[in-house]
């Protein structure tokens, strides 16, 4: 409802397991008139999104999880070694209908598997996002990189960045995240989004500027908010 934010991003969990999630695109792009981010595993697609209309899909964009370029590795982080073929065969799927790109967290398990997994997203042509680990929630549960590899990590990317390949990275940028100064001692240099107030994150505990810190507001349980 705030006309000065033009984009709405939609976690999880799983977002596209929500029952009603076609319709939630729908009145956000279509009566809200935002442009919506979805964070998806890539593992399921409800039919129904391909229904949706033309303006409405034109206006989401999907970013896919992938973490690991093989079956085996993928097992290992997610514990559904099954699935792989299923999210990698998705990508195109969800291209030919949304905006697409892939989003992968690096840390220990997976770091030696970077090029690979760059080279595997290549061949959709779609934009591909090389994040690090945070160490809260679910990265308290992971082994982060150690500041070598973060120096090898950003070296690679910025080649393959040169070399035309549609990647980027918080890497590849001045950081503007405390939390990320705070795990990995990279300097704080750029502005943060929630802290300038352009960036508000709500859950079923409140409302807080960022995903990463506690919620400063409890929701109520009644009233015309819509989540």
């Given at each position: 409802?705030?006309?000065?934010?033009?984009?709405?991003?939609?976690?999880?969990?799983?977002?596209?397991?929500?029952?009603?999630?076609?319709?939630?695109?729908?009145?956000?792009?279509?009566?809200?008139?935002?442009?919506?981010?979805?964070?998806?595993?890539?593992?399921?697609?409800?039919?129904?999104?391909?229904?949706?209309?033309?303006?409405?899909?034109?206006?989401?964009?999907?970013?896919?999880?992938?973490?690991?370029?093989?079956?085996?590795?993928?097992?290992?982080?997610?514990?559904?070694?099954?699935?792989?073929?299923?999210?990698?065969?998705?990508?195109?799927?969800?291209?030919?209908?949304?905006?697409?790109?892939?989003?992968?967290?690096?840390?220990?398990?997976?770091?030696?598997?970077?090029?690979?997994?760059?080279?595997?997203?290549?061949?959709?042509?779609?934009?591909?996002?090389?994040?690090?680990?945070?160490?809260?929630?679910?990265?308290?549960?992971?082994?982060?990189?150690?500041?070598?590899?973060?120096?090898?990590?950003?070296?690679?990317?910025?080649?393959?960045?040169?070399?035309?390949?549609?990647?980027?990275?918080?890497?590849?940028?001045?950081?503007?995240?405390?939390?990320?100064?705070?795990?990995?001692?990279?300097?704080?240099?750029?502005?943060c989004p929630a802290e300038a107030g352009r960036k508000f994150y709500f859950s079923a505990?409140?409302?807080?500027?960022?995903?990463?810190?506690?919620?400063?507001?409890?929701?109520?349980?009644?009233?015309?908010?819509?989540?």
């Amino acid at each position: 409802e705030n006309s000065q934010h033009d984009i709405i991003e939609l976690g999880g969990g799983e977002p596209l397991l929500h029952p009603e999630i076609s319709d939630i695109i729908l009145y956000l792009t279509l009566e809200g008139r935002k442009n919506v981010h979805v964070a998806t595993n890539g593992t399921f697609i409800p039919k129904s999104l391909y229904f949706l209309p033309e303006p409405a899909r034109d206006r989401t964009h999907m970013q896919v999880s992938l973490h690991a370029s093989n079956e085996p590795l993928y097992g290992k982080i997610t514990g559904k070694a099954h699935l792989f073929s299923r999210v990698v065969a998705n990508i195109p799927s969800f291209k030919d209908y949304f905006q697409t790109s892939v989003n992968t967290v690096a840390y220990q398990i997976n770091f030696e598997d970077i090029p690979q997994i760059v080279e595997l997203v290549k061949q959709y042509r779609v934009s591909h996002r090389i994040n690090l680990a945070l160490p809260i929630g679910r990265g308290e549960e992971v082994d982060l990189l150690t500041p070598e590899q973060i120096a090898e990590l950003t070296s690679y990317l910025l080649a393959e960045k040169m070399n035309g390949t549609p990647v980027d990275s918080p890497l590849l940028h001045a950081n503007s995240c405390p939390i990320i100064e705070k795990a990995y001692g990279v300097p704080k240099k750029g502005v943060c989004p929630a802290e300038a107030g352009r960036k508000f994150y709500f859950s079923a505990q409140g409302i807080s500027g960022c995903e990463f810190k506690p919620a400063l507001v409890q929701l109520p349980t009644t009233g015309t908010h819509h989540a």
